[in-house]
Structures are given as structure tokens and as C-alpha cells.
């Protein structure tokens, strides 16, 4: 690793220590480029080595321990019961309010939170990425050096369609019209440039790190699924399973919480679940919304349900095992846009764009019941991205 990252990385850790007078000392005696910005990215690869030194078997039975508890952490109210909605009360809707304003050239498209909740990112029209910290956008201060902007990324020659931060924090992955995967390395402070590319021969809708950070789907305007290794960059396609490919483009493709599992959506008006290791089609959902596109997929965390989106003004969450429909949310209105709607980081709340307004709609994720409407956007919001640690949202428009 170069000099400078190393030292990047130790700055950042006393800063995240609270030590940052010393970090400056750091930062002034050895002449580094750095950001100043409180970072944990050294600790948690440290973390990373020791793990990697332990055999498989151990390795194994921590990482089991892990996903265990954080399912249990993060999302405690993440269990879905069938039966239970039918007695269920809804919950007092969150109140929202709008901390910080920023924007693109162009409209923006896409929003994402990096896994730890501390940084977010921005996807455009116009083709750039802008790099925000959470803190900063949530903690407005009115200082010159308060700028929630760490950076805006230019690589793309199109429209960015969606991104992924891998599980490490340090690399944001990007796909656009422009028929590429960027991956932009974040520990570089100032790089504005993707250090790596994946070309595809197709425009690419959506992408999604698997939770090891080694494998990532992509999901482009044909039916085929890929599923590229982040180190060889080998590309690996379901194009010869033509009986569970979808008919039409893939709108969105997500991995589940574990990575046992992914999902997709396609304009063909379907969804599928897949087994994340073998590549097998577990569930086929056709007709979805009505026959209409699907512009939406997410796996709930418990992996027991799947919550789509269609251009039939609804929002729908489907049970797995059987292939039912549990839960239908309407009140929005959704005819021409691929809207993208958002769980809250517990579940307990649906969130999603409407274009008879400029609202944020949010549901009553256990009733279904509309619950309130967030007022304040200035123009349609085509993507909800929440926070996975708290109620904080990003409304993309």
C-alpha cells in the first residue's frame, strides 16, 4: 500500500479517536494529502487481517456469530408475520426534516448509504457521483470547512443509473447508460477517476455488492443476470437458463442481508429470487404490479419477504415460500417513472416518490395504512435512500 494511504488511514483513526490535534501533527510533519475526516477504516482492516489468519473452520463459525448479531442489532424489528398484520396497529410516522440541500447538474437518479451509515452518495443524470458525509449533512456547523461534499466523482460519459458501496467502505461502485461498472477507490483523497472498470456491451440498470465484498451483480437492459469477481474480474452469466432468465431488461437487482439470496426486477413485469451461491431461481412472481413494470426490488432482512414497486401505482410485499402477496401500499401515484422505494433502517416504515406530487409517501410497513406525507422536495422524487443506522433519509429529484 502507498506511503500516502497508510498515512491517510492513521490520520483518519486518531481523528476518529478524538486525537486531532495529533492528527495534524501527523498530517504537517510528513507532508500527507489527506481529507482531516474521522475515519475507523484502519481499525476495521486491521480487523480484517486477523481474520483472514484464521483457518476456514474458524473463520466460518465467526462470521456466523457475526451476521447473527448483526441482524439482531441493526435491525431488531426486522420479522415479518403474515398473520400478525391482520391485528397489527400502525406505528406513529417519523418526523421528517430536511437538514441539507445539494445538487447535480442534472436531475439527480440514484442515492446510497455506505453500510456504517457515515457516508453517502449521489448518482446523476449529468454523470457524476458526489461523496457526502453523513455527520457533516446531519450537524451543520456554518463554517467555511463545513462541507458535507467530500467529493464529486466524473468517469461516466452517461447517465448513472445506481450504485453500491462495497462492505469495506473504501470503494463505491457506479453503472451507467454508458454500458460500464466503475469502481472508485475512496481512501484516495482528491482522485476524481473509477481505478477500475468492467465494460459490459449493454447499459447497466443496476449493481450490488454481495455482503463479502467479493462478488457483484449487475443486472443491464437484456434478461441476463451477471455476476462479476471483484478480483479477476471474471464475468459469470445465468444466459444459458433461458427457462428462468426474465423476458425483458432487469430494472434492479439486490442481494439479500447474508448474501444467501438475491433479487430481480424487470420490466418484463415479473420478479425472481435466486439462490446466492448456486445461481438457481428459487421463486418466480410474474405479473407482479398488474403486468406493468417492476421498477423496484428489496429482500427484507429475515429473507422471508420481497418488497417490489410497479408502474401500476402500488407497492407490494410478497412472501417468499409461497409466492403470495402479504401487503399492498397505495396512495402514490407511480404510471411512467422507474420509481426506487426504501425500507426504513428497522423495517417499520415503507418510503417512495409520487408523481402527482412532490411528496414522499410513507407507509405502515406491518397495515399497509398511508401514514403521512413528507413535503418539501421541489420536484419528483424518483429514489428514497435510507440510513441503515437511524430515520435519516436521502431524496433523490
Keep these: 500500500m502507498p506511503e500516502n494511504e497508510v498515512l491517510s488511514l492513521m490520520v483518519g483513526q486518531l481523528m476518529a479517536y478524538g486525537y486531532s490535534a495529533v492528527a495534524q501533527t501527523v498530517a504537517d510533519a510528513t507532508g500527507a494529502t489527506v481529507d482531516m475526516l474521522p475515519s475507523s477504516r484502519l481499525s476495521e482492516l486491521l480487523q480484517l487481517g486477523k481474520e483472514r489468519d484464521l483457518d476456514d473452520s474458524d473463520f466460518a463459525d465467526k462470521d456466523s456469530d457475526r451476521d447473527q448479531d448483526e441482524t439482531n442489532l441493526i435491525l431488531p424489528n426486522a420479522r415479518f408475520d403474515a398473520e400478525a398484520v391482520?391485528?397489527?396497529?400502525?406505528?406513529?410516522?417519523?418526523?421528517?426534516?430536511?437538514?441539507?440541500?445539494?445538487?447535480?447538474?442534472?436531475?439527480?437518479?440514484?442515492?446510497?448509504?455506505?453500510?456504517?451509515?457515515?457516508?453517502?452518495?449521489?448518482?446523476?443524470?449529468?454523470?457524476?457521483?458526489?461523496?457526502?458525509?453523513?455527520?457533516?449533512?446531519?450537524?451543520?456547523?456554518?463554517?467555511?470547512?463545513?462541507?458535507?461534499?467530500?467529493?464529486?466523482?466524473?468517469?461516466?460519459?452517461?447517465?448513472?443509473?445506481?450504485?453500491?458501496?462495497?462492505?469495506?467502505?473504501?470503494?463505491?461502485?457506479?453503472?451507467?447508460?454508458?454500458?460500464?461498472?466503475?469502481l472508485f477507490d475512496l481512501s484516495k483523497s482528491g482522485v476524481k477517476r473509477a481505478f477500475r472498470y468492467l465494460q459490459d456491451a449493454q447499459p447497466v440498470n443496476s449493481i450490488c455488492f454481495h455482503p463479502s465484498g467479493d462478488f457483484l451483480l449487475a443486472g443491464t437492459r437484456d434478461a441476463a443476470v451477471r455476476v462479476y469477481d471483484v478480483k479477476t474480474l471474471q464475468c459469470y452469466s445465468n444466459s444459458n437458463t433461458t427457462a428462468d432468465m426474465h423476458r425483458g431488461s432487469i430494472t434492479q437487482i439486490r442481494y439479500s442481508h447474508t448474501g444467501r439470496l438475491f433479487a430481480t426486477s424487470s420490466a418484463d413485469g415479473s420478479a425472481r429470487i435466486w439462490d446466492g451461491v448456486t445461481g438457481r431461481c428459487v421463486r418466480h412472481l410474474e405479473s407482479v404490479h398488474s403486468g406493468t413494470a417492476v421498477s423496484s426490488v428489496r429482500l427484507t432482512a429475515n429473507e422471508k419477504f420481497v418488497l417490489t414497486a410497479g408502474l401500476d401505482s402500488s407497492v407490494r410485499l410478497w412472501e417468499i415460500t409461497s409466492g403470495k402477496m402479504v401487503m399492498e401500499y397505495t396512495g402514490h401515484q407511480q404510471r411512467t417513472q422507474m420509481l426506487q422505494p426504501s425500507f426504513t433502517y428497522n423495517e417499520d416504515f415503507v418510503l417512495i416518490g409520487d408523481e402527482s406530487t412532490t411528496d414522499v409517501l410513507c407507509y405502515d410497513t406491518q397495515t399497509g395504512v398511508l401514514l403521512s406525507r413528507i413535503k418539501g422536495q421541489n420536484n419528483l422524487v424518483r429514489c428514497v435512500a435510507a440510513s441503515p443506522t437511524d430515520n435519516g433519509l436521502l431524496t433523490c429529484r
Design 86 to 182: 391482520k391485528t397489527s396497529q400502525p406505528k406513529p410516522a417519523p418526523d421528517f426534516t430536511q437538514l441539507y440541500y445539494t445538487q447535480h447538474k442534472g436531475p439527480c437518479q440514484t442515492a446510497i448509504f455506505s453500510s456504517d451509515g457515515r457516508f453517502a452518495a449521489t448518482g446523476s443524470h449529468d454523470s457524476s457521483l458526489k461523496l457526502l458525509d453523513v455527520h457533516k449533512m446531519k450537524n451543520r456547523s456554518g463554517d467555511a470547512s463545513d462541507k458535507p461534499v467530500i467529493r464529486t466523482l466524473y468517469d461516466h460519459a452517461a447517465p448513472v443509473n445506481d450504485l453500491s458501496f462495497h462492505p469495506n467502505g473504501l470503494v463505491l461502485a457506479s453503472c451507467a447508460d454508458d454500458e460500464s461498472i466503475k
